[in-house]
Nanobody
Framework: QVQLVESGGGLVQAGDSLRLSCAAS????????MSWFRQASGKEREFVAG????????IYADSVKGRFTISRDNAKNTVYLQMNSLKPEDTAVYYC????????????????????WGQGTQVTVSS
């Protein structure tokens, strides 16, 4: 049974930093592309950042580029999202996700490409 468990969310002020973690179990973590999505209240879930399985190549949404960094530790079966210079518009529930296709090399921005999802962690940024 695949489980993705996010942690690290919280309430911070604008300009602060947070690091989210997503611990995976029940799958061969190193062969899966991993991504972070977020969903603000009343809005659709959107892609934030993704990281490949082989060379840890990463892609980002334009809204977070330069502020957020995704990384992974395959020895710990964990993917991270370092979030700096947080803004109120970053307020959302953040979800990690694993691609539906193991060994796939490309990082997709599409929700439908991901089969496994965590339960989410709330990030609230006050102004």
């Amino acid at each position: 049974q695949v489980q993705l468990v996010e942690s690290g969310g919280g309430l911070v002020q604008a300009g602060d930093s947070l690091r989210l973690s997503c611990a995976a179990s029940g799958l061969s973590f190193s062969v899966y592309t991993m991504s972070w999505f977020r969903q603000a209240s009343g809005k659709e879930r959107e892609f934030v950042a993704g990281i490949g399985r082989v060379d840890s190549s990463a892609i980002y949404a334009d809204s977070v580029k330069g502020r957020f960094t995704i990384s992974r530790d395959n020895a710990k079966n964990t993917v991270y999202l370092q979030m700096n210079s947080l803004k109120p518009e970053d307020t959302a529930v953040y979800y990690c996700a694993a691609d539906a296709t193991p060994y796939y090399t490309l990082v997709s921005r599409l929700r439908g490409a991901y089969e496994y999802w965590g339960q989410g962690t709330q990030v609230t940024v006050s102004s």
